[in-house]
């Protein structure tokens, strides 16, 4: 059936360089948006009243079909909004990056950055929960107490406050890093690489300090990838879509369990999502950025 409603929806002015303003986005409400699903659907995957989590546009409303886009449990007694966070993408980016590609053991060191983040946050917890080593770091004094005093990470440093990474690296692993799992690169990715051991292994999940450079940042100690054997590799959750299953039998017992911390920092309004972004940007969120709009 086709309902005619009006569909407020954040768009970019046009194509930015470095990092966005608040004045780069900006909101619009078409007249005419028509036919939305789950509202109303025509799928036989998704029925009216269903809950569905997957990429969507950033709008109130939007029309989509089922490829991609999962239903959600409601017998799952936990909040939706965990569907944009540790039980969607973000939850398997740190499953499939940990498990699928640097296969923790229990006993060896796992370093983090990025760690009080959506992602880092759940990845440490889960190499805790391997019985490994977990040291992460973040931009912020208060980002580090977090990952220390909530989160139950090993140790922390605050990057920010360290004018010698490589020797924080040194001070918080002395041994020497098993796995690190990338969410920063430059500066960070260089001094790592230096204190990686043998076979360690890396998932580069995201260099959040170049996208807004106009020229990346040399790596000047890639050949330590070849001395030390080291397994670095790219990825994206959406590669492990096909684990999802299994991703879940392995989280959801921890999450019922209590013993797994999850931190989301919500606004409220589709119209504070531009300043939400840009403030993800800087480092200004603590947790998962959930933006709530209705």
């Given at each position: 059936m086709e309902t005619t409603v009006r569909n407020k929806q954040v768009i970019l002015r046009d194509y930015i360089r470095g990092f966005p303003k608040e004045s780069d986005l900006m909101i619009v409400t078409p007249v005419n948006t028509t036919e939305l699903k789950v509202i109303d659907s025509d799928d036989p995957v998704f029925a009216k009243g269903d809950f569905v989590w997957g990429i969507v546009d950033w709008e109130e409303y939007s029309t989509v079909n089922s490829i991609g886009?999962?239903?959600?449990?409601?017998?799952?007694?936990?909040?939706?909004?965990?569907?944009?966070?540790?039980?969607?993408?973000?939850?398997?980016?740190?499953?499939?990056?940990?498990?699928?590609?640097?296969?923790?053991?229990k006993g060896e060191t796992v370093f983090v950055s990025a760690a009080a983040g959506a992602v880092g946050q759940l990845v440490g917890q889960f190499a805790m929960l391997m019985g490994c080593y977990v040291v992460g770091s973040a931009g912020s004094k208060q980002k580090v107490d977090i990952l220390l005093n909530k989160f139950g990470f090993d140790n922390a440093?605050?990057?920010?406050?360290?004018?010698?990474?490589?020797?924080?690296?040194?001070?918080?692993?002395?041994?020497?890093?098993?796995?690190?799992?990338?969410?920063?690169?430059?500066?960070?990715?260089?001094?790592?690489?230096?204190?990686?051991?043998?076979?360690?292994?890396?998932?580069?999940?995201?260099?959040?300090?170049?996208?807004?450079l106009d020229t990346n940042e040399g790596i000047q100690n890639v050949p330590v990838v070849i001395y030390k054997k080291i397994k670095m590799q790219g990825f994206a959750a959406l590669d492990f879509f096909d684990r999802y299953p299994q991703f879940l039998e392995f989280v959801l017992p921890y999450i019922k369990?209590?013993?797994?911390?999850?931190?989301?920092?919500?606004?409220?309004?589709?119209?504070?999502?531009?300043?939400?972004?840009?403030g993800i940007l800087h480092g200004k969120n603590v947790g998962k950025q959930v933006l709530k709009i209705a």
């Open positions: 886009r999962s239903k959600i449990d409601i017998n799952v007694n936990v909040p939706l909004s965990y569907y944009t966070g540790i039980l969607g993408l973000t939850g398997l980016t740190a499953y499939a990056g940990l498990f699928e590609i640097c296969s923790p053991k440093f605050n990057y920010k406050e360290e004018p010698d990474l490589d020797a924080a690296i040194k001070r918080c692993l002395p041994q020497g890093i098993d796995i690190y799992f990338e969410n920063v690169g430059g500066k960070m990715l260089d001094s790592v690489l230096m204190n990686m051991k043998t076979y360690g292994r890396i998932a580069v999940c995201g260099m959040i300090s170049q996208y807004h369990e209590r013993k797994l911390i999850y931190v989301e920092d919500i606004v409220e309004g589709l119209e504070n999502g531009p300043a939400a972004l840009v």
